[in-house]
T-cell receptor
């Protein structure tokens, strides 16, 4: 039988299109947010972070948007490539250097 | 530069047996983390070390889990005795600096308890 939690929200995107992955966080005291990418069989890999005093930050092909009013975080990937296929996690930092990960979102890039 | 190194990559044991995982962080990283990741879920913190001191072990099931980082460098995580529900990937991560910064993760140790 299938295991609970095996089915991740999945975003299927055509190669070359833009991807948007969303994350809702719960702790209004969180002051630091990070997006991680996890490929099959590997550990999470840092993509980009943002402090709570910012609402947007750009990296190479990626942009993170933070809306503290509704406790929402998003990751935009421009010109999605096959190598972007992975599970993406958002994480929120709070308190004494605590970091809590959200549920993952699977991105599948269609060539 | 070598990344975070973990061993073993895979371990299959029967319930009630002990198991240990080893982690060598990135050189110079004073903060070391052990996370547990269940299938389809995000990593959950078990313990965080600043140098050799465990500064956050509130999520570590202390009845069967133990960890050490004796010289402030590499670390071991032990489970004794293992239960079926301990099947998961155990991830080690390290970072530099006091404030939560970029964590560098190892590839993890996948534990299967039969």
């Amino acid at each position: 039988g299938e295991s609970v939690g095996l089915h991740l929200p999945t975003l299927s995107v055509q190669e070359g299109d833009n991807s948007i992955i969303n994350c809702a966080y719960s702790n209004s005291a969180s002051d630091y947010f990070i997006w991680y990418k996890q490929e099959s069989g590997k550990g999470p890999q840092f993509i980009i972070d943002i402090r709570s005093n910012m609402d947007k930050r750009q990296g190479q092909r990626v942009t993170v948007l933070l809306n503290k009013t509704v406790k929402h975080l998003s990751l935009q990937i421009a010109a999605t490539q096959p190598g972007d296929s992975a599970v993406y996690f958002c994480a929120e930092g709070y308190g004494n250097n605590r970091l809590a990960f959200g549920k993952g979102n699977q991105v599948v890039v269609i060539p | 530069e070598a990344g975070v190194v973990q061993s073993p990559r895979y371990k299959i044991i029967e319930k009630k047996q002990p198991v240990a995982f080893w982690c060598n962080p990135i050189s110079g990283h004073n903060t070391l983390y052990w996370y547990r990741q269940n299938l389809g879920q995000g990593p959950e913190l078990l313990i965080r070390y600043e140098n050799e001191e465990a500064v956050d072990d509130s999520q570590l099931p202390k009845d069967r889990f133990s960890a050490e980082r004796l010289k402030g460098v590499d670390s071991t995580l032990k489970i004794q005795p293992a239960e079926l529900g301990d099947s998961a990937v155990y991830l080690c991560a390290s970072s530099f600096g006091g404030k939560t910064g970029e964590l560098f993760f190892g590839e993890g140790s996948r534990l299967t308890v039969l």
